[in-house]
T-cell receptor, first 117, second 113 residues
Framework: GDSVTQMEGPVTLSEEACLTI???????????LFWYVQYPGEGLQLLLK?????DKGSNKGFEATYRKETTSFHLEKGSVQVSDSAVYFC????????????????FGQGTILTVHP | KAGVTQTPRYLIKTRGQQVTLSCSPI?????VSWYQQTPGQGLQFLFE???????NKGNFPGRFSGRQFSNSRSEMNVSTLELGDSALYLC????????????FGQGTRLTVV
């Protein structure tokens, strides 16, 4: 079945450090890939997405590139801020060849990021 | 536009009872999905409804059920509650098409005692 594996956390960084959170996936069909972020006491918010191979999603300084050859979608940011402290989830959704969504997100286990001033 | 609204935000129930959670999606969204979030299991898919039909279902026992109304609002029901059902239940709405974004509500925190 489909699955998502994220790097083990938690990750603790100083402000302005570089961030990489690794994400790899296993899927049949044609997955779309997502990064979601969850702040304390909140639901999930979409950070970025990519719907086909070699697409790059970007938002708020975060980037991730859909690499089909390595089945990866690593999240990167060049300079983190204290306000980036949150839990980050990599996720995939499957569609069939006709582009119909199966309506289900499969999530990785989440990576807790803490950024210190 | 208004976001996804889940009610109630917090619930405390006793083992053996049943509970109903409600989700109002973003206007125009026909797909509503439900997820269970726990520290041990992470985020697990429960089911998805699209235009009042269950389109996909996760690996949960039959005690977990749901439905969607003609206005796309959805309810999730858990019967015969167990301690292990304590979790954050998240609802997400979307247009239901390939690659489209799912918008999440803030969740309902269910505690079973």
């Amino acid at each position: 079945g489909d699955s998502v594996t994220q790097m083990e956390g938690p990750v603790t960084l100083s402000e302005e450090a570089c961030l990489t959170i690794n994400c790899t996936y296993t899927a049949t069909g044609y997955p779309s890939l997502f990064w979601y972020v969850q702040y304390p006491g909140e639901g999930l918010q979409l950070l970025l997405k990519a719907t086909k191979a070699d697409d790059k999603g970007s938002n708020k300084g975060f980037e991730a590139t859909y690499r089909k050859e390595t089945t990866s979608f690593h999240l990167e940011k060049g300079s983190v801020q204290v306000s980036d402290s949150a839990v980050y989830f990599c996720a995939l959704s499957l569609t069939n060849a006709g582009g119909t969504s199966y309506g289900k997100l499969t999530f990785g286990q989440g990576t807790i990021l803490t950024v210190h001033p | 536009k208004a976001g996804v609204t889940q009610t109630p935000r917090y619930l405390i129930k006793t083992r053996g009872q049943q509970v109903t959670l409600s989700c109002s999606p973003i206007s125009g969204h026909r797909s509503v999905s439900w997820y269970q979030q726990t520290p041990g299991q992470g985020l697990q898919f429960l089911f998805e409804y699209f235009s009042e039909t269950q389109r996909n279902k996760g690996n949960f026992p039959g005690r977990f059920s749901g439905r969607q109304f003609s206005n796309s609002r959805s309810e999730m029901n858990v019967s015969t509650l167990e301690l292990g059902d304590s979790a954050l239940y998240l609802c997400a709405s979307s247009l239901g098409q390939a690659g489209t974004e799912a918008f999440f509500g803030q969740g309902t925190r269910l505690t079973v005692v």
